[in-house]
């Protein structure tokens, strides 16, 4: 269960990426599916080849960077449709994943898996002191992310941060202000498949290699983290939704290793990542989990009681007050 927990930490990184498109710019954007692979790619490749590991990390998060500006400039500049540019783009960077990790491997041009099981990784300090898979390095890469989702925190409470959310809600009205929406739809999807990739490297060094198919799906993984975790906590505050993104990303990986528990085959993983997304945007709106995103959406407070009006007297059950329905008028025109 520790390992899960350690995954679904880092793999909160890529759901904070996936919360900046989804969420916040309102986006569809398939391209994470790639720039995921791509940031495990050019990590490998870099550190297989003697690199240093940080500076490997940060490579893949600004080829992640590149990937999704990509889809950025074909979405606003191409002018085509958002959720067709970033399919262009991830069936791009499946044949450039391929290309990048061929350079990491002798006498040959591409490369559909690169291992790093020998190299030293962001993860080989923790490894090498026995903190890896213990409480005490759960802790530490929490810790980790916390700062990254608090960066998150602050570049949307910002300026530019608050205009992309307008972007998000109502591009026509923040284009009346002067603000270019083409310019931070673009920024965004940039920042959001740089967290992609970067999350791509860790979970690449985490688990000492790099796939070519290890992308595939993941944007069901991360609309699973988003959804369940604003599904229990909400998104009233931009401090609360980053939060939840990341319990959602370890509440997945729990519910995945739980479902491997009980005797599920692998292979109907990804029938169990859709059945609790469609959980997640179902129940809240059936039954007395109607009540639960309401409350939520008031900020936890309990609805204001029904209060005498200060000139009169409550109203009764026989005379409700205010304007009477349309059946009360007609009751009464019939009755003269």
């Given at each position: 269960m520790i390992g899960a927990l350690e995954l679904g930490i880092i793999y909160g990184v890529m759901a904070l990426g996936v919360y900046l498109t989804f969420r916040v710019l309102n986006f569809p954007d398939l391209t994470v599916d790639g720039s995921f692979t791509t940031g495990a790619a050019v990590a490998a490749a870099m550190i297989t080849n003697g690199q240093h590991p940080v500076l490997a990390t940060l490579a893949g998060g600004g080829a992640g960077l590149v990937a999704g500006a990509i889809t950025g400039v074909l979405h606003t500049k191409g002018r085509i449709d958002g959720l067709l540019a970033g399919i262009l783009t991830m069936i791009a960077l499946w044949s450039v994943n391929l290309r990048i990790m061929g350079t990491a491997k002798e006498g040959?041009?591409?490369?559909?898996?690169?291992?790093?099981?020998r190299a030293d990784t962001m993860f080989t300090p923790l490894r090498d002191a026995g903190m890896l898979r213990t409480w005490l390095g759960v802790a530490i890469l929490f810790v980790a992310v916390m700062v990254m989702k608090l960066i998150v925190d602050w570049f949307l409470s910002t300026n530019l941060g608050l205009a992309i959310q307008a972007t998000g809600d109502n591009g026509p009205m923040i284009r009346s202000f002067g603000v270019s929406t083409d310019g931070t739809t673009i920024l965004t999807l940039a920042l959001s498949n740089g967290l992609v990739a970067m999350c791509g490297a860790l979970v690449a060094q985490y688990q000492g290699f790099a796939d070519i198919s290890m992308?595939?799906?993941?944007?069901?993984?991360?609309?699973?983290?988003?959804?369940?975790?604003?599904?229990?906590?909400?998104?009233?505050?931009?401090?609360?939704?980053?939060?939840?993104?990341?319990?959602?990303?370890?509440?997945?990986?729990?519910?995945?290793?739980?479902?491997?528990?009980?005797?599920?085959?692998?292979?109907?993983?990804?029938?169990?990542?859709?059945?609790?997304?469609?959980?997640?945007?179902?129940?809240?709106?059936?039954?007395?989990?109607?009540?639960?995103?309401?409350?939520?959406?008031?900020?936890?407070?309990?609805?204001?009681?029904?209060?005498?009006?200060?000139d009169g007297p409550a109203p009764s059950a026989d005379d409700p007050g205010g304007p009477p329905d349309a059946a009360t008028v007609a009751a009464k025109n019939e009755g003269r």
């Open positions: 040959a041009t591409v490369a559909a898996n690169l291992p790093m099981l992308g595939i799906g993941l944007i069901l993984v991360g609309l699973a983290s988003v959804i369940l975790g604003q599904a229990v906590l909400g998104q009233r505050f931009i401090w609360v939704s980053t939060f939840a993104v990341v319990f959602g990303a370890v509440l997945y990986r729990l519910i995945i290793f739980y479902a491997m528990r009980v005797g599920l085959d692998p292979n109907d993983m990804k029938l169990v990542t859709a059945v609790l997304v469609v959980a997640a945007l179902l129940l809240p709106r059936w039954g007395f989990l109607k009540r639960i995103p309401s409350l939520r959406g008031r900020g936890g407070r309990v609805p204001p009681r029904d209060v005498a009006p200060a």
